[in-house]
């Protein structure tokens, strides 16, 4: 099992910035992708940002340029964050940390999901 906890501030002004944080415990070895969500009222939980156990990252058109994700795999906890720079009002969501296995052979593969971070932004 893995467990994800999310820590950040999430109230800010328009054209402001932000930092989220995840870390990660548990079985980490287990982790491949990781990667952010955010859901805002009404609307489907939709992928922001996935970085890649090397360090690759994939970003939604509607945060490129303004949005960044690093991670750390340290030796215990793995540790994800999201610099989110000129914020904007559409921005406002429910922010989860997202956690993947590799697909396995048999075509499992595990999601693992932070308790969400409440971002607003205001204009």
């Known amino acids: 099992q893995v467990q994800l906890v999310e820590s950040g501030v999430g109230l800010v002004q328009a054209g402001g910035s932000l930092r989220l944080s995840c870390a990660a415990s548990g079985t980490i070895f287990s982790i491949n992708d990781m990667g952010w969500y955010r859901q805002a009222p009404g609307k489907q939980r939709e992928l922001v940002a996935n970085?890649?156990?090397?360090?690759?990252?994939?970003?939604a058109d509607y945060v490129k340029g303004r949005f960044t994700t690093s991670r750390d795999n340290a030796k215990n906890t793995v540790y994800l964050q999201m610099q989110m720079n000129s914020l904007k009002p559409e921005d406002t969501a429910v922010y989860y940390c997202?956690?993947?296995?590799?697909?396995?052979?048999?075509?499992?593969?595990?999601?693992?999901w932070g308790q969400g971070t409440q971002v607003t932004v205001s204009s």
């Open positions: 997202n956690a993947k296995s590799p697909l396995y052979s048999d075509g499992t593969q595990y999601n693992y």
């Open positions: 970085i890649t156990r090397s360090g690759s990252t994939n970003y």
